[in-house]
């Protein structure tokens, strides 16, 4: 099932696109831009698909009966991840829709504080959780808590990108392992890769 996707010289393309992404300083923090973390400058089919192949790749994607990300950035990967595997996704909402069952839950990152509205998950549903990035591990506890009220069998997580402690903080506060496709950190004004 798994499909190599390189760009010119055998360089997986993740990777490469991420060496080459824009920075921007905002406060102290150094952001990078890149279309699997913010949908710009653009979305290359071919970078999405090769993400989504590796995805497939290590997850646990067995007797799964639902894909949950959080809204914006995993919306292009869930929807991808669904097309290749027949799994339905759910999206973790930043708004409010008054559903029966909705499930609100707080989520605080290093850049911002807010709710977020699970709709669509059944007590017993088994899940693997996708997003983009994992940073602060905000945005992962948060959906780590709804999904548990909701009564959801957690199978597996997945973040595209690793940068600083998140990933470590959530395991520890969490007890789930989460998978990531590359660990990367900003040094000097430039992404560096220190894990693929």
Do not use: W
């Amino acid at each position: 099932m798994f499909i190599k996707c390189y760009s010119g010289g055998g360089r997986l393309l993740l990777e490469e696109t991420l060496k080459s992404c824009p920075i921007v300083k905002r406060g102290q923090y150094h952001y990078f831009i890149h279309p699997i973390s913010d949908g710009v400058p653009l979305v290359e089919p071919k970078l999405l698909r090769e993400v989504a192949m590796r995805i497939i790749k290590i997850g646990n994607f067995e007797d799964v009966d639902k894909l949950v990300t959080a809204e914006a950035m995993g919306i292009p990967l869930v929807t991808t991840l669904s097309l290749y595997t027949d799994i339905p996704y759910v999206i973790m909402r930043k708004r409010e829709y008054k559903l029966p069952g909705e499930i609100p839950v707080f989520q605080s990152t290093g850049y911002s504080k807010g709710q977020l509205y699970l709709n669509g998950i059944e007590k017993g549903d088994k899940v693997v959780i996708i997003d983009d990035v994992i940073s602060t591990g905000g945005t992962m506890i948060a959906i780590i808590n709804a999904l548990k009220r909701a009564g959801a069998e957690i199978k597996d997580i997945i973040c595209v990108i690793e940068r600083g402690e998140g990933k470590k903080i959530v395991e520890e506060k969490t007890g789930y392992k989460i998978k990531t496709l590359v660990k990367i950190d900003v040094v000097d004004g430039k992404v560096v890769i220190l894990r693929d």
